[in-house]
Nanobody, 114 residues
Framework: VQLVESGGGLVQPGGSLRLSCAASGSILSPNFMAWYRQAPGKERELVAYISRGELTDYPDSVKGRFTISRDNAKNTLYLQMNNLKPEDTAVYYC?????????WGRGTQVTVSS
């Protein structure tokens, strides 16, 4: 199993980015999936998850601004991020939302700065 995140970059406050996570193997379709992030000096935190039936949930810090989606046919997970804030700066990772995690990918850096 391999997870490859992409789509990060430098964006001004209020801007948008769309992250993608390409998953090898059959990890995507049978699992709840999630996006996580880790800012410098902080622990990795959950920012969104999506069930097999595409139910979603988000922490209050990103609710209304981030949208997670999945395309099982393409083995790809997405995270649309709008109205980005400097506190969203972090490395973003995808993985399962379960007790059994896949090996972590390298993540994709998101930097929100003017």
């Amino acid at each position: 199993v391999q997870l490859v995140e992409s789509g990060g970059g430098l964006v001004q406050p209020g801007g948008s980015l769309r992250l993608s996570c390409a998953a090898s193997g059959s990890i995507l379709s049978p699992n709840f999936m999630a996006w996580y992030r880790q800012a410098p000096g902080k622990e990795r935190e959950l920012v969104a998850y999506i069930s097999r039936g595409e139910l979603t949930d988000y922490p209050d810090s990103v609710k209304g601004r981030f949208t997670i989606s999945r395309d099982n046919a393409k083995n790809t997970l997405y995270l649309q991020m709008n109205n980005l804030k400097p506190e969203d700066t972090a490395v973003y990772y995808c993985n399962t939302f379960s007790d059994i995690l896949a090996p972590w990918g390298r993540g994709t850096q998101v930097t929100v700065s003017s």
